[in-house]
Nanobody, 124 residues
Framework: QVQLVESGGGLVQAGGSLRLSCAAS????????MGWFRQAPGKEREFVAAISWSGASTSYADSAKGRFTISRDNVQNTVYLQMNSLKPEDTAVYYCAADPSPFGGSSTRAFTSWGQGTQVTVSS
């Protein structure tokens, strides 16, 4: 299984931007669809975005559309989440995850490998 390590979280003011990174090792990265999920205190983990193994197909939660962009570099074995126009309600621990299928989805059940998460805090 692939191992995942997220980075890039932090504290940002509302309206600001952050770029999360997720470095993969121990597997053939280009054979996994990748996703980003988030979990706020007291809430269930929710889907944010996903990208197919080639990078040609992406999908987003409604809350992320128009503000977040998922991308990947299959040479650097890294997936990114560019987050713009951040809002206080985006505050959560963000997790990247790997799905051993070409296109990925929005269900946590499809993803077999998870990182430990990175905290994103957006102040108002």
């Amino acid at each position: 299984q692939v191992q995942l390590v997220e980075s890039g979280g932090g504290l940002v003011q509302a309206g600001g931007s952050l770029r999360l990174s997720c470095a993969a090792s121990g597997g053939t990265f280009s054979l996994y669809a990748m996703g980003w999920f988030r979990q706020a205190p007291g809430k269930e983990r929710e889907f944010v975005a996903a990208i197919s193994w080639s990078g040609a197909s992406t999908s987003y939660a409604d809350s992320a559309k128009g503000r977040f962009t998922i991308s990947r570099d299959n040479v650097q074995n890294t997936v990114y989440l560019q987050m713009n126009s951040l809002k206080p309600e985006d505050t959560a621990v963000y997790y990247c995850a790997a799905d051993p299928s070409p296109f990925g989805g929005s269900s946590t059940r499809a993803f077999t490998s998870w990182g430990q998460g990175t905290q994103v805090t957006v102040s108002s």
